[in-house]
């Protein structure tokens, strides 16, 4: 089955700096990426997803890249505010099939003000 | 529509009692799933239903554990004899039944076994 590792698992940054989470998959077969922010005590929430036929997509502060060759993808984030602060998931999933999404462990993110 | 709501939001019982959860998805999606998330992990995908066929259960839902969509629309979880190990965050998500499509989160339903 698909395996997703998701590094690092704790990010501090200063506010207004920019902060990375990486994320790798070993199903080459996973075609839908998505991220989700989960403050504590909520639901996890979808911020970006990307598929695999395109290999960067940006949302206002929020970009996703992805690299289908190494299988791995990330999420950037610029100008970082305090409201950002949360933990982040990675996901992949394959279309093909029943659309399983498989999580990595997570990033907790703290934008230091 | 409100989203994806999920009930009891937390629910304490002794070890050995059976807790049963209610996942309502939002109207328009056919796909829906359990997860179950316990602290500094993800969520981990526990079983999937299309409409009222349920199509995949994970290995890790043994056979204390029981899901079912009777009408297509809303979707319970049932734990018999509760585990010390059962205590987590179980979550509910639907989507659409369409190829590359998100998943939209309830709040979960918190369990604690005394």
């Known amino acids: 089955g698909e395996n997703v590792e998701q590094h690092p698992s704790t990010l501090s940054v200063q506010e207004g700096d920019s902060a990375v989470i990486k994320c790798t998959y070993s199903?080459?077969?996973?075609?839908?990426f998505p991220w989700y922010k989960q403050e504590l005590g909520k639901r996890p929430q979808l911020i970006i997803d990307?598929?695999?036929?395109?290999g960067e997509k940006k949302d206002q502060r929020i970009a996703v890249t992805l690299n289908k060759t190494a299988k791995h993808f990330s999420l950037h984030i610029t100008e970082t505010q305090p409201e950002d602060s949360a933990v982040y998931f990675c996901?992949?999933?394959?279309?093909?099939?029943?659309?399983?999404?498989?999580f990595g462990t997570g990033t907790k993110l703290q934008v230091i003000p | 529509d409100t989203g994806v709501s999920q009930n009891p939001r937390h629910k304490i019982t002794k070890r050995g009692q059976n807790v049963t959860f209610r996942c309502d998805p939002i109207?328009?999606?056919?796909?829906l799933y359990w997860y179950r998330q316990t602290l500094g992990q993800g969520p981990e995908f526990l079983t999937y239903?299309?409409?009222?066929?349920?199509?995949?259960k994970s290995r890790l839902l043994s056979d204390r554990f029981s899901a079912e969509r009777p009408k297509g629309s809303f979707s319970t979880l049932e734990i018999q004899r509760t585990e010390q190990g059962d205590s987590a965050m179980y979550l509910c998500?639907?989507?659409?039944?369409?190829?590359?499509?998100?998943?939209?989160f309830g709040d979960g339903t918190r369990l604690s076994i005394l």
């Open positions: 998500a639907s989507s659409l039944d369409s190829a590359l499509r998100p998943q939209h």
């Open positions: 199903d080459s077969a996973s075609n839908y």
């Open positions: 990307i598929r695999s036929n395109v």
């Open positions: 996901a992949a999933s394959n279309s093909g099939g029943y659309q399983k999404v498989t």
């Open positions: 109207s328009e999606h056919n796909r």
């Open positions: 239903f299309q409409n009222e066929a349920q199509l995949e």
